[in-house]
């Protein structure tokens, strides 16, 4: 079963929580906290996102490798220009989703098309 979202003019964090309460398959009537669920998310049009304030210029993302003085930060346009506009957008929908055991099995459920 298939959700379709279209992103284009959509702010990003609006976009991110509907797709996860749509993984999370609370959208549905069968909701269940314990299962992962058979929802695909497709977002489609990720390129004419919009986003709000600054972010281009001032949003860092930060990640630390475990060791002492080991993190890492890279600005929103660098993250954009190496890996594309899909990964802010799987960033902001894996930021919503509950931390357990399912987070990995829905997020291999969200397709997301530029």
Do not use: C, W
């Amino acid at each position: 079963m298939d959700y379709i979202i279209d992103a284009k003019n959509k702010k990003l964090g609006r976009l991110a929580s509907e797709a996860a309460t749509a993984l999370q398959g609370k959208n549905q009537s069968v909701y269940e906290k314990n299962k992962a669920g058979d929802i695909r998310v497709i977002v489609k049009n990720a390129k004419l996102i919009e986003l709000s304030g600054k972010k281009e210029d001032k949003k860092y993302y930060f990640r630390h490798s475990g060791f002492l003085g080991g993190i890492k930060k890279i600005l929103f346009k660098d993250l954009v220009a190496k890996k594309g506009i899909s990964e802010i957008i799987r960033k902001a929908v894996i930021g919503m989703l509950p931390d357990n055991k399912l987070r990995n099995v829905r997020i291999k459920k969200l397709i997301i098309e530029e």
